[in-house]
């Protein structure tokens, strides 16, 4: 592994790692997973975007949704 994969790498799994997640090879590419399930299967690229998106929603407002209705009304 050269250089340059090796620190993105070591990036990605440092990411992970905040959310309880792993980043590891498999034939198919790399894999992102829970100790539960896989999250992403595809390219270095791939799990990159995934984590992005998740520390996006995580840093979004939650939307305003009603629950349920007034007991009175």
């Not at 799994?13 to 894999?31: C, D, H, N, Q, T």
């Not at 975007?49 to 209705?69: K, N």
């Amino acid at each position: 592994m050269t250089g340059p994969m090796k620190a993105r790498l070591d990036a990605l799994r440092e990411r992970a790692a905040l959310r309880s997640m792993i980043v590891k090879p498999a034939p198919e590419g790399w894999v992102l997973a829970t100790p539960f399930r896989v999250v992403c299967l595809g390219t270095l690229a791939n799990v990159a975007d995934w984590l992005e998106a998740a520390e996006q929603r995580d840093h979004a407002s939650l939307p305003l949704t009603a629950i349920g209705e007034r007991a009175d009304g």
